[in-house]
């Protein structure tokens, strides 16, 4: 079922929670770059940036930065060896909400089979949570979405057509070398995109969401 935001939400600054380098455009790629072609402000936070080759997974990310204009980027680099939701990692996130103040984030949804998937579903709740109590009504959160990567998700609420941006999606994971030399997720991910399309009316190639929360400006 295809469910289209209020039109009275107006979006400004959008996080994207990404667990590792990769996530972010395989999850939502098309949907971020609509909304930089809309005007919007996009931020990334890199959860983790992996434990031996970290180096050249963050090199990989500002090249995709660069490439589709994300506005900025920040590395938490949290160790994926027994990432938990721990105090200190909440409080790592956090301070990226504090800096980007956010209108909307995007992470991926709660039932990834991916383990430090659904830790990074976990962290962005308790994040989402203690900044929305601590703002003012004019500054808090008003929505939550979930995007999917290695599993799909059973029940959304919002199609995101992205025909006109997957060539540009695609282009953008090519850039992430050190993963596809290992695995082909992006053809995966294009044809799940494309199934999704396909299940609406004149959509080629569409991103689903599930709304976690959604409240007026």
């Known amino acids: 079922m295809?469910?289209?935001?209020?039109?009275?939400?107006?979006?400004?600054?959008?996080?994207?929670?990404?667990?590792?380098?990769?996530?972010?455009?395989l999850g939502c790629g098309g949907t971020i770059i609509k909304?930089?072609?809309?005007?919007?402000?996009?931020?990334?936070a890199y959860l983790t940036s992996g434990d031996i080759n970290q180096n050249i997974r963050e090199?990989?990310?500002?090249?995709?930065?660069?490439?589709?204009?994300?506005?900025?980027?920040?590395?938490?680099?949290?160790?994926?060896?027994?990432?938990t939701v721990s105090l200190e990692n909440i409080k790592a996130l956090m301070e990226i909400f504090e800096k980007v103040k956010p209108d909307l984030v995007y992470v991926n949804h709660e039932l990834d089979a991916d383990y430090e998937h659904r830790i990074a579903y976990q962290l962005a709740m308790q994040s989402y949570w203690r900044f929305n109590s601590d703002q003012a009504p004019n500054s808090k959160v008003i929505?939550?979405?979930?995007?999917?990567?290695?599993?799909?998700?059973?029940?959304?609420?919002?199609?995101?057509?992205?025909?006109k941006y997957i060539n540009k999606k695609m282009k953008a994971m090519s850039?992430?070398?050190?993963?596809?030399?290992?695995?082909?997720?992006?053809?995966?991910?294009?044809?799940?995109?494309?199934?999704r399309?396909?299940?609406?009316?004149?959509?080629?190639?569409?991103?689903?969401?599930?709304?976690?929360k959604l409240t007026s400006l």
């Open 2 to 25: 295809k469910r289209i935001m209020p039109s009275k939400v107006i979006l400004r600054k959008i996080l994207i929670i990404s667990p590792h380098p990769d996530d972010e455009i």
């Open 143 to 163: 929505g939550l979405l979930l995007y999917e990567i290695h599993t799909p998700m059973e029940k959304y609420n919002l199609v995101e057509d992205i025909s």
């Open 175 to 195: 850039f992430y070398k050190s993963q596809l030399s290992k695995s082909r997720i992006d053809l995966a991910i294009k044809g799940l995109n494309r199934y």
């Open 59 to 83: 090199k990989e990310v500002l090249t995709v930065c660069k490439y589709l204009g994300i506005n900025s980027h920040y590395f938490l680099r949290l160790q994926r060896k027994g990432l």
């Open 197 to 212: 399309g396909r299940m609406h009316e004149n959509i080629h190639y569409a991103e689903v969401f599930q709304i976690k």
């Open 35 to 44: 909304s930089i072609e809309k005007g919007d402000k996009i931020s990334v």
